[in-house]
């Protein structure tokens, strides 16, 4: 089983700056991919930012330039420094874990947190 606890959501001004932070626990090795997801009130579920174990690094096209994901794969954790935030950017974040290598050996696919909360006041 995998547990990923999202923190560091809340309020700001447009042109400010949020860090989130997504702590994965649980029985496993390793992680492939983590990342992080956004949905707006109405609309459907996008991608903010996806990094592998390596480094490797994937953004949506709304936050390229302005919001930066990072990793610390000893401690299974996730990183979204968000700048230059505007009232669009409101949505419920979601930190999503994929690739994950059990202690059973088996690889799961498409673990969420529970989301947290990003308003951008204009």
């Known amino acids: 089983q995998v547990q990923l606890v999202e923190s560091g959501g809340g309020l700001a001004q447009a042109g400010g700056s949020l860090r989130l932070s997504c702590a994965a626990s649980?029985?496993?090795?390793?992680?492939?991919?983590m990342g992080w997801y956004r949905q707006a009130p109405g609309k459907q579920r996008e991608l903010v930012a996806t990094?592998?174990?390596?480094?490797?690094?994937n953004y949506g096209d709304s936050v390229k330039g302005r919001f930066t994901i990072s990793r610390d794969n000893a401690k299974n954790t996730v990183y979204l420094q968000m700048n230059s935030l505007k009232p669009e950017d409101t949505a419920v974040y979601y930190c999503?874990?994929?690739?994950?290598?059990?202690?059973?050996?088996?690889?799961?696919?498409?673990?969420w947190g529970q989301g947290t909360q990003v308003t951008v006041s204009s």
């Open positions: 649980g029985s496993f090795f390793t992680i492939n991919a």
């Open positions: 990094i592998t174990s390596g480094g490797s690094t």
């Open positions: 999503n874990a994929d690739g994950i290598l059990t202690t059973t050996l088996r690889r799961v696919h498409d673990y």
